[in-house]
Nanobody
Framework: VHLVESGGGLVQPGGSLRLSCAVS????????LAWYRQAPGKERELVAH??????TDYASSVKGRFTISRENVNMVYLQMNDLKPEDGAVYYC????????????WGQGTQVTVSS
């Protein structure tokens, strides 16, 4: 599975961005697609995920502001509204397989900066 993120950039506090993740390869082996983020000096953290059935879940810090969605089987999005400076980070897309022994696939990341 190969993942490529896009859509990051510089936005003012209160603004919006939509991140995209293009998924290719053995897409039918994917169980969960997720967005993570990592700010400088901090650990990578789960932001949101969506499973094969379309169920979603969010970190408490983004609930009500971010929305994860999936288009067909090869695109996943993260709509981010009311962005705060603390949302600034590199955002990564991750695919977890239905097969427990398969390694997770990660994208290269896209930078989101929230600043006035």
């Amino acid at each position: 599975v190969h993942l490529v993120e896009s859509g990051g950039g510089l936005v003012q506090p209160g603004g919006s961005l939509r991140l995209s993740c293009a998924v290719s390869g053995n897409i039918f082996s994917i169980n969960v697609l997720a967005w993570y983020r990592q700010a400088p000096g901090k650990e990578r953290e789960l932001v949101a995920h969506i499973n094969r059935g379309g169920a979603t879940d969010y970190a408490s810090s983004v609930k009500g502001r971010f929305t994860i969605s999936r288009e067909n089987v090869n695109m996943v999005y993260l709509q981010m509204n009311d962005l705060k400076p603390e949302d600034g980070a590199v955002y990564y897309c991750k695919a977890a397989s239905v097969w427990p022994d398969d390694p997770d696939a990660w994208g290269q990341g896209t930078q989101v900066t929230v600043s006035s």
